[in-house]
């Protein structure tokens, strides 16, 4: 089994920064992929990017590329999610997600690959 913990979120003004971490514990996979989606309300889950943990491989959605920056700490077991000139459609519950699969390009972008799920963080943009 894998624990997945978030942290970071928060109210940040547009333009602004913010840092996420997930932290995992439990089993962990060499062969891991691990992501970050959101979910603002009333909208589905979406896909922010993802990470293999062994290669350290990242993959963004085109609309997020430049601004979001998925990497790892393999001595920490963390992954973090770094977003930069934040805008309020950024707002939105984010969830760091994993699956000891190594997911292909085509299957990582969807939610319903990943086994593992943290408790989700609050991001909140003020313009």
């Known amino acids: 089994q894998v624990q997945l913990v978030e942290s970071g979120g928060g109210l940040v003004q547009a333009g602004g920064s913010l840092r996420l971490s997930c932290a995992a514990s439990?089993?962990?996979?060499?062969?891991?992929?691990m992501g970050w989606f959101r979910q603002a309300p009333g909208k589905e889950r979406v896909f922010v990017a993802a990470i293999r943990w062994s290669s350290g491989v990242t993959y963004y959605p085109e609309s997020l590329k430049g601004r979001f920056t998925i990497s790892r700490d393999n001595a920490k077991n963390t992954v973090y999610l770094q977003m930069n000139s934040l805008k309020p459609e950024d707002t939105a519950v984010y969830y760091c997600?994993?699956?000891?699969?190594?997911?292909?390009?085509?299957?990582?972008?969807?939610?319903?690959?990943?086994?593992?799920w943290g408790q989700g963080t609050q991001v909140t943009v003020s313009s």
């Open positions: 439990g089993r962990t996979f060499s062969s891991a992929t």
């Open positions: 997600a994993a699956t000891e699969d190594t997911l292909s390009k085509r299957i990582l972008t969807i939610s319903e690959w990943y086994n593992y």
